[in-house]
C-alpha cells in the first residue's frame, strides 16, 4: 500500500462451498493493478485479470475506469471493457454503465448500459468509444431487492443497433420483466419467472411469451446443471 494505505496491486482467491455451505472449492483468482484513486480511496482506474485459479486458465481480462461514487461505493459512472488476453489485443466487448439511482445500502435502483463491440485506450489511459460500434442500450429498473440486495423483481428494456449508410439506427427493442422468489445461500435464484415483451415499455410492449425457470442444481461456478424451462403464451400462465 502507498502512505495512504491504497494498494497498487492485490490478488483475491474466491473459494465456493456447495449448496450445504461445505466442500470450498476455488472458483476464481483475480489480479488487480489499481493505478488512480479518488480522495475517498476509491478506485477510478485499474485492471483485472480474472483466472480459473492461481496458474490456471486465463477467463477474461478488464480495464475498468469509475468515477462519481456513491456514499455506499458504488461508481455514478463506470467503462468496462473486456479482453480474451494480457495482450488486450482481442476485445470482447466494452460497456457503458451510469446508476442513476442508488439506495444507500449499495442495491442499484436504476440503471443504464450501453454496448459496444470494440474500445481503444488512448496515452493517458482513458477509453474510448466510438457512437459507430454501439450495438445495444438497456435500461433496467429494479423495484424489489431481498436483504442481500439480489434483485426480486426487475424490468430491462433493450434496444438493439446497427449501421445503415454509416448511420446508428435501432434495429428492433425488447422488454423482459423479471421476477424471482427466493434465492441461495450463493444468492442464486431457485426460480424465476420471466415476461417477454416486443418492444420498449411493458404498458405499450406486445406481449410475447413467460417463461417459468426452476433450478434445481448448479456447478461451483454459478451455472445452472438441472433446471426445467415452461413457456407459455398466457400471460398469466396456467
Avoid: C
Avoid at 213 to 218: A, G, P, S, V
Amino acid at each position: 500500500p502507498d502512505s495512504r494505505g491504497d494498494a497498487a496491486n492485490q490478488t483475491i482467491t474466491t473459494l465456493t462451498t456447495d449448496k450445504d455451505g461445505l466442500n470450498a472449492e476455488v472458483t476464481s483468482y483475480q489480479v488487480f493493478t489499481n493505478r488512480v484513486f479518488d480522495g475517498r480511496h476509491n478506485v477510478m482506474n485499474q485492471m483485472v485479470e480474472t483466472y480459473q485459479e492461481e496458474g490456471g486458465l486465463l477467463l477474461d481480462v478488464q480495464e475498468i475506469r469509475s468515477d462519481g461514487f456513491k456514499p455506499s461505493g458504488v461508481a455514478t459512472n463506470q467503462t468496462i471493457v473486456t479482453y480474451t488476453d494480457t495482450a488486450k489485443t482481442t476485445v470482447v466487448d466494452a460497456k457503458e454503465v451510469v446508476n442513476n439511482l442508488v439506495k444507500s445500502s449499495g442495491a442499484i435502483v436504476d440503471s443504464e448500459v450501453t454496448i459496444y463491440k470494440t474500445a481503444t485506450i488512448d496515452p493517458s489511459g482513458e477509453i474510448v468509444l466510438a457512437e459507430t460500434d454501439k450495438t445495444e442500450h438497456q435500461v433496467i429498473h429494479t423495484s424489489e431487492f431481498d436483504s442481500r440486495n439480489n434483485s426480486k423483481d426487475q424490468t430491462i428494456s433493450k434496444e438493439y443497433f446497427r449501421l445503415k449508410e454509416g448511420v446508428v439506427i435501432v434495429s428492433s427493442s425488447d422488454t423482459q420483466h423479471i421476477t424471482n422468489t427466493a434465492f441461495d445461500i450463493h444468492d442464486r435464484s431457485s426460480e424465476t419467472f420471466i415476461y417477454n415483451y416486443d418492444g420498449l415499455e411493458v404498458l405499450q410492449a406486445k406481449f410475447v411469451d413467460a417463461q417459468q425457470i426452476k433450478y434445481q442444481l448448479y456447478d461451483k461456478w454459478g451455472n445452472a446443471v438441472d433446471q426445467t424451462v415452461d413457456t407459455y403464451d398466457n400471460i398469466s400462465m396456467p
